[in-house]
């Protein structure tokens, strides 16, 4: 395959291979696209004006999709460029870690020379492979004075979160061995549960009312089957008092709690002397949500900055590739939810922006079907290594130059295993187009389809499969989503392995945990 990348990078590099272009890539947990100001959500929720600065310089994409809607498993599709089938890693709770010996592209960028880096949040339970250096947050990680493993050793820090991935990711770029590119992988916990903002970023909104989600009181109709009805993940049902703040985060300093408490103590003191029921309860809840995840997401955007100036002021601006997403999209109270998993839109599409200095054509962006399984192809083609044949995605470099490739992909295919811990969201997958989704949900004793138009129906509220009108339209996605199934080796559902769906009995009642606790009508 002839490269063009040399070429459109020449004006900006040296014939030298050390130069080839430095790779910055930016990810976040749970980040989604109505939070983000670039994106031109309706309901305005936040300004993200460092995020904004990137995709002003760079290339937005509206339908970035991801392969499996939580954390873990998109996180393995980043790194192997394949479906959970084939990567081993379906969801977050089966007991079985990422397989590190496998091949990902951080590894086949150090072997090409990269220096290699990985500073934040894994979450993939084995030890990082294909890095030179490591420093992640354990688990899930914690909102303020982390305990991280860098290198294999443990150790603590004392500040926010955010703020500290950044300083670290500074740091290391700043020490790096300047003869060489680098890979640095500088990945947020935020704006993960519980969102717990930073102390500077608590009453961000001056108290504003957040508007509301159409479907904040969705009462799951319009011929919309079990999976729906039998979710585990409402506002009304699942948000905890922790989730609330009606309780702090335990591992906050003397100082921290004071600054802490100085915010929220008064306000719970509002909402336990009001003591709202039925929907103004749920609306409490959103607006309480609403600032804690939101505000989380502030900082996010200054370390956005904070990076970009670092490169700007480095000299690297122009040789650093910069790829901002997050591992999924989240609900931000539409059907009442928070959380992520589904095929629905807002779980389904997760923030992506590309800045490739000579490559994006500042301010440009893309409604093509791509997704996080293509970044793997991308960075590997960006610094001008091969594509291994086995990876399932497609470099997005084509789009990346304003191309419009006739054989881009119109269709896409989903899969969600984890059942019944969390959130009880049943198995799932699914064909996915510009218009349409067609859905089976099938474990465990379900075998329902359903239909969705977001040409009709945009909020994604009925279930069109019964409709007359579209019996040749799910004829031929069914056709599709078979021939998905066979390109991309799905083995057949009685094959799937027992723990894809996770440790907890497959066939026992919801558990999930803080179900039945949340903030008391
Ligand atoms: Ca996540």
Known sequence: MKHLLPLLFAPLLTASAADRPNLLFIFCDDLTNQALSCFGDARKLLDTPNIDRLATQGMKFSRCLVPNSICGPSRAAVLTGKYAHLNGFYCNESGRPFDGAQQTFPKLLQKAGYQTALIGKWHLESD????????????????????????????????????????????????????????????????????????????????????????????????????????????????????????????????????????????????????????????????????????TIKAVDESVGRLLDFLEAEGLADNTVVMFSSDQGFYLGEHGWFDKRWILEESLRTPLVVKAPGLTRPGSASDRLVSVIDFASTLLELAGQPRPADLQGRSLVPLLRGEAPADWRQSFYYHYYEYPLWHKVRPHYGVVTDRYKLVHYYKPDLDEWELYDRQANPIETRNFIHDPAYADTVAELKTELARLRTELKVPAIEDEPRHAYGKAPFDAPGQTPGAGKGVKP
């Open 128 to 295: 990082p492979t294909g890095f030179d250096h490591w420093h992640i947050l354990p688990g899930q990680g914690q909102y303020y004075n982390p305990p991280m493993i860098r290198d294999g050793q443990r150790v603590k820090h004392e500040g926010y979160t955010t703020d500290l991935i950044t300083d670290f990711s500074i740091d290391w770029i700043r020490a790096r061995d300047k003869s060489r590119p680098f890979l640095l992988m500088s990945q947020h916990k935020a704006p993960h549960r519980e969102w717990a903002p930073a102390l500077r970023h608590l009453g961000w909104d001056n108290d504003r009312v957040h508007p509301e989600p159409e479907t904040l009181f969705d009462t799951y109709d319009g011929d919309r089957g079990l999976a729906w009805k039998d979710q585990d993940m409402t506002l009304e049902t699942s948000y905890t008092e922790r989730d609330a703040k009606l309780t702090p985060p335990p591992y906050l300093t003397p100082d921290q709690l004071k600054a802490w408490n100085a915010y929220y103590e008064p306000r719970n003191a509002k909402f336990r002397t009001t003591n709202p029921s039925g929907r103004d309860l749920l609306r409490w809840k959103y607006q309480r949500y609403m600032h804690d995840y939101l505000g």
